[in-house]
């Protein structure tokens, strides 16, 4: 007896079948962070750099998941290290011309917690990769620090 699974297969009709899981790989440059003292660059004393990886699940062409984890190394005064990892849970809401919006919550093992919309835009679609950019917006709060908003800017393949 033989088993065929078509979980991610298009048909003769280029449709695809849901649900589909699809992977992807990324890394993240924080732009900044602003709070109640100011604003902070990343670029200067302190830099920071995350590498998000994770899975999506596809429910339909206009919605899905994601499942997040993100290190995150920061180097100062010459030493670098993981400063955190992040967990990313989200809902992604899909639209025309491979834009995407992403609402994902935020748990940090360093004791800060929060929201992250992400702005979403696939530059390149391939048959078997696609590459995108995307633009997240970490609003942070917890571990005795001042709220604070961020921004960064993400590039990334998914498969």
Not at 38 to 53: A, S
Not at 73 to 100: D, Q, W, Y
Not at 137 to 151: C, D, K, Q
Request: aromatic share 16%.
């Amino acid at each position: 007896m033989l088993l065929y699974f078509s979980g991610s297969k298009k048909s003769s009709a280029q449709t695809t079948i849901y649900p589909r899981i699809t992977g992807y790989f990324s890394i993240v440059h924080p732009i900044g962070t602003w709070n109640k003292d100011g604003f902070t660059g990343n670029f200067g004393d302190v830099y920071t750099v995350g590498f998000p990886f994770g899975m999506n699940i596809l429910k339909s062409d206009r919605f899905g998941v994601s499942f997040e984890i993100a290190p995150t190394i920061r180097t100062e005064h010459g030493i670098s290290k993981v400063n955190s990892v992040l967990f990313h849970p989200g809902a992604m809401f899909r639209f025309k011309h491979g834009f995407t919006f992403i609402g994902r919550m935020a748990f940090e093992t360093n004791g800060r917690f929060g929201v992250t919309p992400v702005f979403n835009q696939v530059l390149v679609k391939g048959k078997n990769a696609s590459f995108f950019t995307s633009i997240p917006v970490p609003v942070r709060f917890g571990n005795n620090m001042p709220a604070s908003i961020g921004a960064g800017l993400q590039f990334g393949v998914s498969f």
